[in-house]
Nanobody
Framework: QVQLVESGGGLVQAGGSLRLSCAGS????????MGWFRQPPGKEREFVAT????????LYADSVKGRFTISRDNAKNTVYLQMNSLKPEDTAVYYC???????????????????WGQGTQVTVSS
């Protein structure tokens, strides 16, 4: 049973920073690509960032490029999302997810992910 548990969300003022963590279990975590997605209030879930199994070649949504950084520590079975220069439009529930492709490539597509965490709320006040 694969489990992903996000943490680190909260309320922050615009311009502030947060670091989200996603702890994985039940799969050889270090062998699979991981992604972060978010769902703003009243909107569809959208891609934020993704990273391959080795931690190289991260990809970002244009809206977060230069402000967010995805990374992973395979020894700790954890993937991170460092969020800097936060804006009110970053307010959303943030989800981490993993794909079923062992040693696969990173992916922007929601449909490529098979396991999801429960989400963590990030609220950015203006």
């Amino acid at each position: 049973q694969v489990q992903l548990v996000e943490s680190g969300g909260g309320l922050v003022q615009a311009g502030g920073s947060l670091r989200l963590s996603c702890a994985g279990s039940g799969r050889i975590f270090s062998s699979y690509p991981m992604g972060w997605f978010r769902q703003p209030p009243g909107k569809e879930r959208e891609f934020v960032a993704t990273i391959n199994w080795s931690g190289s070649s991260p990809l970002y949504a244009d809206s977060v490029k230069g402000r967010f950084t995805i990374s992973r520590d395979n020894a700790k079975n954890t993937v991170y999302l460092q969020m800097n220069s936060l804006k009110p439009e970053d307010t959303a529930v943030y989800y981490c997810a993993t794909t079923p492709q062992r040693y696969g490539l990173e992916s922007r597509s929601i449909g490529d992910y098979d396991y999801w965490g429960q989400g963590t709320q990030v609220t950015v006040s203006s």
